[in-house]
C-alpha cells in the first residue's frame, strides 16, 4: 500500500485560511469514510484532529475541518494561528483492513 | 488521566531483536483495538500493525510482516510488539496508539526510540 500523497509544505499569514490535500489513486480509498488527519509539532506525538472525514474530537478547535471528493481529502484550517504551525498527516482506512498515513505537510505561519 | 507509556526501546544491532510494551492506565484498555505507529528520523508516519480487543484478529503493514508480531494482555493493561531481524531502515520513534472506528491513531503515547546500527 502506498503512501497517501500530500503537498510537502502549505503556508499562510495569521487569520487566513488554508488548505490540505490527501490524495490517493486507487478504490481503496475512494469507498470509505474512514480519513483521519493529525497534527503535530516538532517532538511531540501525533494529536488527532479529524476523523471519519469531517468529524472532530471533544476539545480540537471548530478552525478545523475536513472534507473528501473522491480520490482527494482535504483539511482546511481557518483563521491560521502561531500555534497551527505544525506537520499534518492524512490516514486512511484500506479494504486490507490496514491503515496507511499520508507523506507529511509543513504548515508554516508567515 | 489517560496515559499510554511505551518502553523497550534502544540500541540493536542489525540482525537482533527488540521487545516493546506499552502499559495504558486512565481507560479500559481491554475494550479498544491497538496499534503501533513509527516515524523514522525526519520521516512521516508508518502505521505497522493492529490487534482487536481479545487479540484474535491482529493486521501488519507488508514491510514488517513475519518479522514483527504485536500481542497484548489485557490483565496488564499491556500492549507488546517483538521485533525480529531488525534492519537499519527499522530505526525509528515507535508509537502505540488507541484506535476506534478506523481511526488507528485516536490517542498515542509519547513513543520509545529504537536504533538498529552496527
Known amino acids: 500500500q502506498s503512501a497517501l500523497t500530500q503537498p510537502a509544505s502549505v503556508s499562510g499569514s495569521p487569520g487566513q485560511s488554508i488548505t490540505i490535500s490527501c490524495t490517493e489513486t486507487t478504490s481503496d480509498f475512494s469507498s470509505y469514510n474512514y480519513v483521519s488527519w493529525y497534527q503535530q509539532h516538532p517532538g511531540k506525538a501525533p494529536k488527532l484532529i479529524i476523523f471519519?472525514?469531517?468529524s472532530r474530537p471533544s476539545g480540537v478547535s471548530n478552525r478545523f475541518s475536513g472534507s473528501k471528493s473522491g480520490y482527494t481529502a482535504s483539511l482546511t484550517i481557518s483563521g491560521l494561528q502561531a500555534e497551527d504551525e505544525a506537520d499534518y498527516y492524512c490516514?486512511?482506512?484500506?479494504?486490507?483492513?490496514?491503515?496507511?498515513f499520508g507523506t507529511g505537510t509543513k504548515v508554516t505561519v508567515l | 488521566e489517560e496515559q499510554l507509556v511505551e518502553s523497550g526501546g534502544g540500541l540493536v544491532q542489525p540482525g537482533g531483536s527488540l521487545r516493546l510494551s506499552c502499559v495504558a492506565s486512565g481507560f479500559t484498555f481491554s475494550n479498544y483495538w491497538m496499534s503501533w505507529v513509527r516515524q523514522a528520523p525526519g520521516k512521516g508516519l508508518e502505521w505497522l500493525a493492529n490487534i482487536k480487543q481479545d487479540g484474535s484478529e491482529k493486521y501488519y503493514v507488508d514491510s514488517v510482516r513475519g518479522r514483527f508480531t504485536i500481542s497484548r494482555d489485557n490483565a496488564k493493561n499491556s500492549l507488546y510488539l517483538q521485533m525480529n531481524s531488525l534492519r537499519v531502515e527499522d530505526t525509528a520513534i515507535y508509537y502505540c496508539?488507541?484506535?476506534?472506528?478506523?481511526?488507528?491513531?485516536?490517542?498515542w503515547g509519547q513513543g520509545t526510540l529504537v536504533t538498529a546500527s552496527s
Open positions: 496508539a488507541r484506535t476506534i472506528s478506523a481511526t488507528p491513531g485516536a490517542f
Open positions: 490516514s486512511s482506512y484500506t479494504t486490507s483492513d490496514t491503515y496507511v
Open positions: 471519519d472525514v469531517s
